[in-house]
């Protein structure tokens, strides 16, 4: 980023970007929790909500509504500096993620300005997104120890061992991907997917790195601490997991942290391998129609596919039992790390001899 | 002769280890999700209930009236042996005489001046209408309304008597 590149108007135009972004984020958070109660019912031959407004759909706004009321309690012997960072730890760093994604093609304005529709494009985008994520788990870490409750406390010693296990793998499945694409920019990784048939090869990543793809899936699975992963809030165990002691908004800020993440996760699995927001014909659009409207489909063909990752999450979440501690563990380190271990050999292998 | 049918029932629980297709996991979960995917298209067991109503059976048993006859006079002559019938002991009662000038109120010269049934403890078995020897009591096709304390679940006459014929409503 060049400094003298920064003027009033680009903090405007990125002001505007980010609130977009967040306000987005957090819409569709709020109707995750929506669509994760209807996808459940629907499973299991129910209705669910259906009373607020047309189908229910004014049932997020009173879920909030509702944790807006409530009573906020701070336990008596909690660490009360830890008890309120830990939700708000969560929160933003759900919200944070969002920062390097990029959400469709540059818009060229008729003076050949450029409107990028990312917030950052940091050559080290990836990067960026995994210490996010990582700190992340301290949200629910700090929340657990501070709550001073030993379910809490056994919950967030899985969270932290659980997202350990599991940051390995998926950081080495990446980096088949990252071998292969030759940067760390989101924006770069994304532009290489361009289109989705290109003299005879796919481009979206998923073609080439289905293993990596079925790996990254796992982790994130795990990382997401959703099910058949949720040991961190198993309520058959740990009664609520590390939010036990939450209540109110804090507890809102655990439960949004979680939407919000499976919502970027969706967002980062789509851009990483099934190309972002490109899709089949987009040169025919942009030669036949419009630039703008390259853009324009290619933000909605990106929330798309983030939408069916989301549904993808909540299937999986409904049709899955419980893993066990140990059975976890075992899946983390004695089969993802060696499998992506071995995806970035055989990658290694045929870069090189492609090469020659 | 075994004690119970278990023997020839019970399935031996399959102990091997794993085989390969079944660690690798994704062939067992893409069944799972064949599964429940296949539910979304199935009928739903929720019914939208005020809106649609369970059908009932012809003969369903659900809360009391008290009869009038066609001259809207009560039937009931507080004999008491509906509340005799009553398993539950949920029917209480008062009789009091007719007095002249009263004929067009009661169609017998004894009547109910109290009529009470608590319908949180009636079993709603229909013994109290098979009882009642001038068919004054019968049980109808709705049941009892939720309410917020237990006293509203008391019914009085004035609750079961069915409106008088010259009413409107």
């Known amino acids: 980023m060049i400094l003298t590149a920064i003027t009033l108007g680009f903090i405007l135009e990125k002001v505007i970007l980010v609130s977009i972004i967040l306000g987005g984020s957090l819409g569709i958070a709020m109707y995750s929790t929506w669509a994760e109660r209807k996808v459940a019912a629907v499973m299991q031959d129910r209705r669910g909500p259906n009373r607020a407004g047309p189908f229910g759909l004014f049932q997020p706004l009173a879920d909030g509504l509702k944790l807006f ?7 008596t012997l909690s660490n009360k500096f830890l008890f309120i960072l830990g939700p708000s730890l969560a929160m933003l760093m759900a919200c944070m993620t969002s920062a390097v994604i990029p959400w469709g093609p540059n818009i060229v304005h008729a003076d050949g300005s450029v409107f990028t529709l990312q917030v950052a494009d940091i050559n080290i985008g990836i990067l960026f997104i995994f210490g996010v994520v990582s700190l992340g788990v301290y949200g629910i870490m700090l929340g657990s120890w501070a709550s001073n409750n030993k379910y809490s406390l056994l919950s967030g010693l899985r969270a932290a061992a659980q997202a350990v296990s599991y940051e390995l793998a ?14 760390l920019s989101m924006r770069e990784i994304v532009e290489q997917q361009h289109g989705f048939w290109d003299n005879g090869y796919f481009t979206w990543n998923f073609f080439k790195q289905p293993l990596a793809f079925i790996i990254f899936i796992v982790c994130s699975f795990a990382e997401l601490n959703r099910a058949p992963f949720d040991l961190s809030e198993c309520e058959s165990e740990l009664v609520g997991g590390y939010h036990t002691e939450f209540s109110s908004m804090k507890l809102g800020f655990y439960l949004f942290a979680e939407y919000i993440n499976m919502f970027i996760t969706s967002i980062i699995l789509s851009s990483l ?6 899709y089949p014909g987009m040169d025919w659009v942009a030669l036949h129609v419009s630039p703008l409207f390259v853009s324009i489909i290619g933000v909605l063909v990106l929330l798309g596919k ?16 419980r893993f066990r501690y140990d059975q976890l563990m075992d899946l983390g380190w004695k089969s993802l790390i060696p499998l992506a271990l071995f995806n970035m050999l055989v990658t290694g292998a045929i870069i090189l001899a492609f090469q020659k | 002769m075994p004690y119970t049918n278990i023997s020839t029932k019970a399935k031996q629980v399959d102990r091997r280890p794993m085989n390969f297709m079944e660690r690798i996991y994704l062939p067992a979960i893409a069944k799972g999700l064949k599964i429940t995917l296949g539910h979304i298209f199935q009928p739903k067991a929720t019914i939208n209930y005020p809106e649609v109503t369970r059908p009932f059976s012809s003969t369903f048993r659900g809360l009391h009236i008290l009869n009038r006859d066609e001259e809207g006079r009560e039937k009931c002559t507080a004999c008491g042996l509906c509340a005799l019938s009553c398993p539950a002991e949920a029917i209480t009662m008062e009789s009091a005489e007719r ?5 067009h109120l009661y169609k017998e010269e004894k009547y109910a001046a109290q009529y009470e049934i608590n319908m949180l403890r009636c079993i709603f078995c229909g013994l109290c209408e098979e009882a009642c020897p001038k068919d004054a009591i019968y049980l109808t096709q709705t049941f009892a309304p939720s309410n917020y304390d237990r006293k509203g679940f008391i019914y009085k006459k004035d609750d079961l008597l069915i409106p008088h014929p010259s009413s409107k409503n």
């Open chain 1, 69 to 75: 009321m409530k009573e906020e309690i701070i336990p």
């Open chain 1, 170 to 183: 998926m950081g080495l499945s990446l980096i088949a991907l990252v071998m292969m694409s030759g940067s």
């Open chain 1, 273 to 278: 391998f099934f190309g972002g927001y490109n």
């Open chain 1, 306 to 321: 983030a939408v069916a990752f989301i549904l993808f999450f909540m299937f999986i979440r409904w049709t899955l039992p």
């Open chain 2, 99 to 103: 007095k002249t000038g009263e004929e």
